[in-house]
């Protein structure tokens, strides 16, 4: 399974979801092997690959299965680390012990930043491994705040918060398109909330921490409704 996407926080907590459903559960996370993939530099990612194919071909402890987790790899794409022959050549050796077949009792999770599609790996692991894709919302197009109003009122309701008109709604556009501020913002709201389980306008204006595309939407709301000293406050 290969987690990617340009929302780091839903690539983490979609590919840790997955790696705590496979793992055994009197096993805990020592029958695991969780490698970071953030390498420096593409001698770094070689390095890193070479660790994930060992992991791969060693037998997991007491006869359980394990998971193969790498972990927020940044040399998939064609950039940094992953630009050099290293990273290319390591990736291309974790295939090849993939393709010659995993043990039934050890599984493979990537989560990454992003993947080149230009190259042969790319091909190779699309025939072998199901993708999942998370990217953020393209914040420049319109309606942009469906997906994320969505997410957020999943989580508010998780947590047991209700919001009055408009609340959320503008919780959306002071956090904009970061996923992991949202989340934040919103447990922030929830410790502050404490036995209230309501949230106004207020609120979230005195709670949140504003995004940059968050302030020029506050800034423009206020310059329409004349509120000089609101729009000197937000410049």
């Known amino acids: 399974n290969v987690f990617i996407g340009s929302d780091e926080a839903r690539v983490k907590e979609a590919a840790l979801m997955l790696v705590r459903s496979l793992t055994p559960p009197d096993a805990g996370d020592f029958s695991n092997d969780v490698i970071d993939g953030t390498a420096d530099n593409s001698e770094h990612a070689g390095n890193i690959c070479s660790n994930v194919c060992m992991a791969l071909q060693t037998l997991p402890f007491f006869g359980v299965s394990k998971v193969v987790w790498l972990k ?35 599984s493979f999770v990537i989560s990454a ?48 918060i209700t919001f009055e008109s ?19 913002e919103l447990e922030k709201i929830d410790l502050f909330l404490g036995e209230r389980r309501r949230a106004g306008l207020k609120t979230v204006q005195n709670m949140v921490s504003m995004s940059r595309a968050g302030v020029l939407w506050d800034l423009g709301n206020a310059i ?3 509120d000089l000293p609101r729009a000197l406050e937000l410049l």
């Open 166 to 184: 408009g609340a959320l709604e503008l919780l959306v556009q002071m956090a904009g398109d970061d996923t992991r501020q949202m989340e934040n």
């Open 72 to 106: 927020n790899a940044n040399f998939l794409g064609d950039s940094g680390a992953g630009r050099g022959q290293d990273a290319v050549n390591g990736f291309e050796r974790i295939l090849d012990v993939v393709e010659r077949g995993l043990g039934s009792d050890v």
């Open 224 to 226: 329409g409704k004349r």
């Open 113 to 160: 930043t992003g993947i080149d599609k230009r190259r042969s790996t790319y091909k190779r692991i699309s025939k072998i491994a199901a993708f999942e894709v998370f990217d953020k919302p393209d914040t420049s197009r319109a309606g942009w705040e469906g997906p994320v109003l969505a997410m957020a009122s999943r989580k508010a309701k998780e947590l047991g």
